[in-house]
C-alpha cells in the first residue's frame, strides 16, 4: 500500500508566495523592493506552479482509485468553489468599495474599476462571464478556466502520454508571445458582444499561463506513477540554473522592475503575462534549483508553521487579502509616502495576523472526521485544505484507468 502524507513544504511555500502578494498588492513602501524577490518572476506565477502540482498530484491518484469521472466531478466542484469566490470578490468591489471609494473621491478605486464605472452593467456581466477581469482580480478566473479543462488533460495523459500535450501547451504559448491573446480576446468580443479593456480580459493571461499550469499538473501527475522516480537533474543543468538563477536575482535588485528599462519590446521578453521566454527561463532555473536544494533545506530548517497554515488554507486566504488591500486602496489610496515608515509596518504586520486568523479558523472549520468509507469520494481538495495527514491510500496503479 501506498500512503501520500501532506507535503508540509508544498504549503509551506505557497504560504510563503501569498505572503509576498500581500507585500507586493498592498500599497507601502516594501511593495517595490519586495515585488519579485527573487529575480524577474512574481509570486504569483510560484503560487500557481504549486497548485497545479498539488492539483496534479491528488486528483490524478483519484482518477487511478476510482474512475475519470470521479476526477472530473472533483475538479467540477473545485471550479465551482473558486468560481463563487471570484463572483463574491467582484461583487464586494462592484458595491462596497466602489461607493466608498466615489463617497471619499478616492483615485486610486476610480482607477481600478474605471471600465466598471463606465458602463456598470456590462462591466458586471462580463465579470461574471470572465471576461472581465479588473486588476488583483485576475488570478481566480484563470483558475478557474483551468480547472474546468484539466481533468481533459489528465484523462488523455494518463492514458496516452504526456508528449503530445506538453507539445501542444508549448505551441499555444509560444503563439500567445506573437498575438494570440489578441485573437481570443476579439473572438470572446464577437461572442459575447462585451467589449472591456483589452488588458483587463484575461486572454493574454489564459494563453500564456496555461503553460506554467501543465507543467506543474505533469510534475504533480508523474509522482504517481508506479515506477515514479524522484527529479534528479545532471550537475551541468543545476550549474546553469544556479547560474540563471543568481544573474536574475542580481539584475533585479541592482535595477528596477522593468529589466531593460525604458525598451518596451526588449522587457517583452520578461513580461508577466505573457510569460516571456527570459521570464520563463528565470522560473525554471529558480524551480530546478528549489527541487534540488529543497529537501537539503527542509531537513536543517525549522517549520514555519503558520505558512504552512496559509498554504493549507490557500484559497480563503488568498481572498482575503484581495479583500485587505482593496480596503487600504479605498481609504489610504495608492501612494504609500503619505504615511510614515511605521505606519507601513504596523499595516503589514496587522494584514498578516488577519490572513493566519482566516487560515486558523478555515482549518478549524475544516479539520472534521470523515469515515473511512467516504474516503474514496472525499473532495480531494477538501483533504488538501486540511492540516491532517492526508491518507490518500491506494494500491499501485492498474494497468487500465477506469473510465467511470
Same mark, same amino acid.
Given at each position: 500500500?501506498?500512503?501520500? !502524507?501532506?507535503?508540509?513544504? *508544498?504549503?509551506?511555500?505557497?504560504?510563503?508566495?501569498?505572503?509576498?502578494?500581500?507585500?507586493?498588492?498592498?500599497?507601502?513602501?516594501?511593495?517595490?523592493?519586495?515585488? =519579485?524577490?527573487?529575480?524577474?518572476?512574481?509570486?504569483?506565477?510560484?503560487?500557481?506552479?504549486?497548485?497545479?502540482?498539488?492539483?496534479?498530484?491528488?486528483?490524478?491518484?483519484?482518477?487511478?482509485?476510482?474512475?475519470?469521472?470521479?476526477?472530473? =466531478?472533483?475538479?467540477?466542484?473545485?471550479?465551482?468553489?473558486?468560481?463563487?469566490?471570484?463572483?463574491?470578490?467582484?461583487?464586494?468591489?462592484?458595491?462596497?468599495?466602489?461607493?466608498?471609494?466615489?463617497?471619499?473621491? =478616492?483615485?486610486?478605486?476610480?482607477?481600478?474599476?474605471?471600465?466598471?464605472?463606465?458602463?456598470?452593467?456590462?462591466?458586471?456581466?462580463?465579470?461574471?462571464?470572465?471576461?472581465?477581469?479588473?486588476?488583483?482580480?485576475?488570478?481566480?478566473?484563470?483558475?478557474?478556466?483551468?480547472?474546468?479543462?484539466?481533468?481533459?488533460?489528465?484523462?488523455?495523459?494518463?492514458?496516452?502520454?504526456?508528449?503530445?500535450?506538453?507539445?501542444?501547451? +508549448?505551441?499555444?504559448? *509560444?503563439?500567445?508571445?506573437?498575438?494570440?491573446?489578441?485573437?481570443?480576446?476579439?473572438?470572446?468580443?464577437?461572442?459575447?458582444?462585451?467589449? /472591456?479593456?483589452?488588458?483587463?480580459?484575461?486572454?493574454?493571461?489564459?494563453?500564456?499561463?496555461?503553460?506554467?499550469?501543465?507543467?506543474?499538473?505533469?510534475?504533480?501527475?508523474?509522482?504517481?506513477?508506479?515506477?515514479?522516480?524522484?527529479?534528479?537533474?545532471?550537475?551541468?543543468? *543545476?550549474?546553469?540554473?544556479?547560474?540563471?538563477?543568481?544573474?536574475?536575482?542580481?539584475?533585479?535588485?541592482?535595477?528596477? =522592475?522593468?529589466? +531593460?528599462?525604458?525598451?518596451?519590446?526588449?522587457?517583452?521578453?520578461?513580461?508577466?503575462?505573457?510569460?516571456?521566454?527570459?521570464?520563463?527561463?528565470?522560473?525554471?532555473?529558480?524551480?530546478?534549483?528549489?527541487?534540488? +536544494? /529543497?529537501?537539503?533545506?527542509?531537513?536543517?530548517?525549522?517549520?514555519?508553521?503558520?505558512?504552512?497554515?496559509?498554504?493549507?488554507?490557500?484559497?480563503?486566504?488568498?481572498?482575503?487579502?484581495?479583500?485587505?488591500?482593496?480596503?487600504?486602496?479605498?481609504?489610504? /489610496?495608492?501612494?504609500?509616502?503619505?504615511?510614515?515608515?511605521?505606519? !507601513?509596518?504596523?499595516?503589514?504586520?496587522?494584514?498578516?495576523?488577519?490572513?493566519?486568523?482566516?487560515?486558523?479558523?478555515?482549518?478549524? +472549520?475544516?479539520?472534521?472526521?470523515?469515515?473511512?468509507?467516504?474516503?474514496?469520494?472525499?473532495?480531494?481538495?477538501?483533504?488538501?485544505?486540511?492540516?491532517?495527514?492526508?491518507? *490518500?491510500?491506494?494500491?499501485?496503479?492498474?494497468?487500465?484507468?477506469?473510465?467511470?
Amino acid at each position: 500500500m501506498k500512503r501520500f !502524507d501532506r507535503l508540509w513544504e *508544498v504549503d509551506a511555500l505557497r504560504g510563503l508566495m501569498l505572503l509576498l502578494m500581500l507585500v507586493t498588492h498592498l500599497p507601502t513602501r516594501l511593495t517595490s523592493p519586495l515585488g =519579485q524577490p527573487f529575480g524577474f518572476v512574481s509570486a504569483a506565477e510560484g503560487f500557481v506552479l504549486l497548485s497545479a502540482f498539488m492539483a496534479g498530484l491528488v486528483y490524478s491518484r483519484l482518477a487511478w482509485r476510482d474512475s475519470i469521472g470521479a476526477m472530473r =466531478q472533483a475538479f467540477w466542484r473545485r471550479a465551482l468553489k473558486i468560481y463563487l469566490c471570484q463572483a463574491a470578490t467582484l461583487l464586494f468591489l462592484f458595491t462596497f468599495i466602489a461607493a466608498l471609494g466615489i463617497r471619499i473621491d =478616492q483615485p486610486a478605486v476610480k482607477d481600478l474599476m474605471s471600465y466598471y464605472l463606465h458602463d456598470p452593467y456590462a462591466a458586471f456581466v462580463a465579470g461574471l462571464l470572465l471576461v472581465y477581469e479588473p486588476p488583483l482580480l485576475d488570478i481566480l478566473p484563470l483558475y478557474v478556466l483551468f480547472m474546468l479543462a484539466s481533468p481533459w488533460v489528465l484523462a488523455w495523459a494518463m492514458r496516452r502520454s504526456w508528449r503530445g500535450v506538453m507539445l501542444l501547451s +508549448f505551441a499555444i504559448w *509560444v503563439l500567445a508571445q506573437f498575438g494570440l491573446g489578441a485573437w481570443v480576446y476579439h473572438a470572446t468580443v464577437a461572442l459575447t458582444g462585451l467589449r /472591456g479593456p483589452f488588458n483587463e480580459s484575461g486572454s493574454v493571461a489564459t494563453c500564456g499561463w496555461q503553460c506554467l499550469w501543465v507543467v506543474g499538473l505533469w510534475l504533480g501527475a508523474s509522482r504517481n506513477a508506479p515506477d515514479a522516480r524522484p527529479l534528479v537533474f545532471p550537475g551541468w543543468v *543545476v550549474a546553469v540554473a544556479v547560474l540563471l538563477a543568481l544573474t536574475g536575482l542580481v539584475w533585479r535588485h541592482a535595477g528596477n =522592475q522593468a529589466p +531593460f528599462g525604458a525598451n518596451e519590446s526588449l522587457n517583452l521578453l520578461f513580461d508577466k503575462w505573457l510569460l516571456g521566454p527570459l521570464r520563463l527561463l528565470d522560473l525554471a532555473a529558480l524551480a530546478i534549483c528549489c527541487i534540488r +536544494f /529543497g529537501p537539503a533545506w527542509a531537513r536543517f530548517l525549522p517549520r514555519q508553521r503558520w505558512l504552512e497554515a496559509l498554504g493549507a488554507a490557500s484559497l480563503p486566504v488568498f481572498c482575503a487579502h484581495l479583500v485587505i488591500v482593496l480596503l487600504v486602496l479605498a481609504l489610504f /489610496g495608492a501612494n504609500p509616502l503619505v504615511r510614515p515608515w511605521w505606519a !507601513d509596518g504596523l499595516l503589514l504586520v496587522l494584514s498578516v495576523v488577519a490572513l493566519y486568523g482566516v487560515a486558523w479558523v478555515t482549518l478549524k +472549520f475544516e479539520k472534521r472526521p470523515t469515515k473511512p468509507a467516504q474516503s474514496s469520494r472525499t473532495d480531494p481538495e477538501a483533504i488538501e485544505a486540511t492540516r491532517q495527514t492526508a491518507a *490518500v491510500a491506494a494500491a499501485e496503479p492498474p494497468a487500465n484507468l477506469p473510465a467511470a
